[in-house]
């Protein structure tokens, strides 16, 4: 688990610049697994990135009679998520997909989690109380809005989730914003920040720095060429892969 520090300054790059130093570390397929393969909507761009581990929690807000089978499931829930070391960022499986009957978050919620440490939501399906969500300063990636909650009672949690295509495991280093998420294997995480620095640099340093030469379509192509082979051999030689831009 990383510390405190670490993870600020992972919340200072986006998450696409997160991802092209990750797909240099990991052992993965790093073009399908750990992140969203289908379109999130993140409604707090302004507040930027989230950076923070996985608590889980599956809802079906169309179905009332969950909160009947499992009266304590509120408190049951909300035990295990103070129970958990945070950042913490919650993600919401909603079994009503592709439907969509009602928001497990709202102002009340999002102030709760807060106050459990966490800060954010990636839900797949809806929330409500956007501009109350945000002033609790709780970040949130959703399919869409909905007026009602109908009845989003936990059914359960602890668990792995599937969201936007992509299965997450509670404790999942994730970090997310407008581009989606990227959920990072444990053995990743230590070198995750250098790798993305690197690669940032790398780009800056090679392709970037040629692209904005002013000069020639002849020059600029015979730069951008000779960018490249450096791009290649830089990332060759510190990770042994050739890396993609």
Known sequence: MLDHSELLK???????????????ITK??????????????DFMPQMGPMV?????????????????NNPNA???YRAYVASVQGP???VVQDLDKPDVFGS????VNANV?????????IADGSIRDLDEMQNAGFKALAR??????AYSTPIKWNCEVEVFGSRVQPGRLIHADKHGFLTIPPEDEDRLLEAAKFMDDNECNTLIAAARKSQGKTEILSELNNATVKFKQATREKFGKEGEW
């Open 144 to 149: 869409r809005l909905s007026v009602g909650h």
């Open 88 to 90: 913490k960022i919650v």
């Open 74 to 76: 509120w408190s049951e």
């Open 113 to 121: 989690h807060r106050a459990l440490d966490c800060v954010g939501t």
């Open 28 to 41: 993965r397929n790093s073009g399908r697994e750990c992140f969203n393969l289908e379109e999130t909507k």
């Open 52 to 68: 923070g581990y996985a608590v889980t929690v599956v809802i079906e807000p169309g179905n009332p009679d969950h909160s009947k």
């Open 104 to 107: 497990f978050w709202g102002e």
């Open 10 to 24: 992972l919340k200072r790059w986006n998450t696409p610049t997160i991802y092209n130093g990750w797909e240099q």
